[in-house]
């Protein structure tokens, strides 16, 4: 539910109301970002949609488990890479993936409050 909540916040609210060229579409972007995919979206490029979901993601599983093992601050590391990967190929501005961390993040920690609530503390003994 985590990453259904912040694909639809990012893909169908805040990209339907804030809308920004992706660099890829720009025309004065052109000569200065070096487009390493053939892929880009016609969709707008604030917020990073993988930037929400992956920091959603990392945020709900690290405060859920991070007192289970003390590693678990890692996925932070994978939604860095993913969105480090969406500026490095051209289909999003670092602000795009900034607000979609930023906005992910939120959501992450508003869905381990309900989790919480809901089912209490996660237990993973048998």
């Known amino acids: 539910m985590t990453v259904v909540i912040s694909d639809l916040t990012s893909s169908h609210l805040v990209k ?3 809308f920004r060229y992706r660099p890829c579409q ?17 969709s707008s490029s604030f917020t990073s ?6 920091f959603a993601m990392a945020v709900f599983i690290f405060l859920t488990l991070r007192e289970r093992s003390r590693w ?7 939604a860095f890479a993913i969105s480090y990967a969406q500026v490095y190929v ?12 930023l906005l992910g993040s939120v959501i992450g920690y508003g869905m381990q409050i309900f989790f919480k609530r ?8 048998q």
């Open 90 to 101: 051209g289909v999003h501005y670092p602000f795009d993936v900034a607000g979609g961390a």
């Open 72 to 78: 678990w601050w890692m996925v932070f590391l994978w």
């Open 16 to 18: 339907l109301l804030i």
């Open 118 to 125: 809901q089912f209490g503390p996660l237990s993973l003994k």
């Open 49 to 54: 949609s993988h930037a929400c979901n992956h």
């Open 26 to 42: 720009d025309p004065r972007m052109a000569e200065q970002v070096r487009i390493l995919v053939s892929y880009c979206p016609e």
